[in-house]
Structures are given as C-alpha cells and as structure tokens.
C-alpha cells in the first residue's frame, strides 16, 4: 500500500504562483511513475504532468512552459510548480502514484483555484 498527502493548494490571482507536495508513504520501493492530474466538476480527470523513476518528464499541452513537474527520491516527494496561472487552471489537484505492477494509488486532493 502507498498513501499519498497533498499540500499547498489554494487562492491565488491569474499570473500568480503555486507549488504543490505529494508526499509519499508505505511501499514506498514500489513506487515507478508519479504524476499530478486535474479535475473540474462535470469532467473527465486528466494529468498535467508525469515524471517517471528516471526522472523523465512529460506535459499536457495546456501546461507546458508554465508547469514543472520534479521528484525528490530521498524525500519520497514530488512537486508540481506551477506559474502563470491562469482562471482555467483551477481545479482540484490530484497526485498519482503508479507502481511496478501497474497499481495506482490517488491523493485526496487540494484544490486550486485562480482568480481572475
């Protein structure tokens, strides 16, 4: 089992900034892929940003250049920095572990939201 902790959600102003925290806990060695995902009411959750155990990193379109997806191994946490944001970034923010066998564990989730 892997429990994961969101922090640093909130209320900012569009142009602002926000980093948010995963940290991990439990099998934390069966960790491969982490990863931040979105979701509005009324829609589908879909990822930000990805990162894997080799630190490769991957984007949704609507987020590159502004997002920065990073993982620190010896803290057992990932980040997602984000800037410029804009009112449609807000969202409530997930935060994804996958394991070596394909498992996923899911955050509780912090909401962000962006004003405009």
């Known amino acids: 089992q892997v429990q994961l902790v969101e922090s640093g959600g909130g209320l900012v102003q569009a142009g602002g900034s926000l980093r948010l925290s995963c940290a991990a806990s439990?099998?934390?060695?069966?960790?491969?892929?982490m990863a931040w995902y979105r979701q509005v009411p009324g829609k589908q959750r879909e990822m930000v940003a990805g990162?894997?155990?080799?630190?490769?990193?991957n984007y949704a379109d609507s987020v590159k250049g502004r997002f920065t997806i990073s993982r620190d191994i010896a803290k057992n946490t990932v980040y997602l920095q984000m800037n410029s944001l804009k009112p449609e970034d807000t969202a409530v923010y997930y935060c994804?572990?996958?394991?070596?066998?394909?498992?996923?564990?899911w955050g509780q989730g912090t909401q962000v939201t962006v004003s405009s």
């Open positions: 994804n572990a996958r394991t070596m066998l394909r498992t996923q564990y």
């Open positions: 439990g099998s934390i060695f069966s960790i491969d892929d």
């Open positions: 990162i894997t155990r080799a630190s490769t990193t």
